[in-house]
């Protein structure tokens, strides 16, 4: 298996855990706030072979806790992602996994130990993030099939959305906590950061004021949701340098 990014340290990637982060090269989807379109769109940087990542996890022992593990889409690399994290686990390391739940049936084959998915906008507004051809309503139910089982797996999860002006109100909020993650033990509310975009066009929005986004936070408490603002970090937030 080839990675197209490897971090060897970072502190605020695994919660809690010193980790490494490697990220997969290729995405399903089509996000056009996507902040690495250099993962989703070729295949023309570094790469890293599985062995690499493993040597360096078995030097660090003892030092690094966890491997943070996203993309891309992780999950397209199925069997090949499940015997990597299978190695990496046999050394007594942690993952946390970065999805946008797509794969279902390769999420609940994976033994992680935290799983970070991605709720990109209500269920009207989805298809602004799939591919063209996809069939909506299909790739819907798998959504929904991965949200239920992150929330019933019984180990470390959080969901998070990027709220992207104009992709994201606070009726689409309202909609994601109402018919996605009602009762969800931790959601984050990353704010967007305007730069290098898939859709360039993006790369220009004025972000929401921290009001808005207490707003939004607010309506998902009325959903028994342990809500969080994130000024402007996570993985998913991440701009990978190559
Ligand atoms: S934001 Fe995530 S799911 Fe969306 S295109 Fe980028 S890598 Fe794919």
Redesign the pocket.
Known sequence: MVFYGFQKTTLIDYPGAFASLVFTGG?????P?????E??NTHTIPQYGSKEIIEHLKKQKGKIEALCIS???PLLYRERLINFIDEVKSLDIKIKL?T?GSQPQWLKKANVDYIAM?I?TSREKYSQ?FMQNENVEEMLAKISESIDYIMTYGKDYEFRT?VVPGLITESDIEDIAKNFIPGAKKYYLNQFRPQIT?DESFGNLQPYSDDTLQKMANICKNYNIDCHIRAGYST?GTQHKF
Request: charged share 25%; net charge negative.
């Open positions: 995405c399903n989807f089509r996000c706030y996507c902040y690495n379109p993962l989703v993309g891309g889409e970065d946008n991605d990109k993030v990027t898939l998913e």
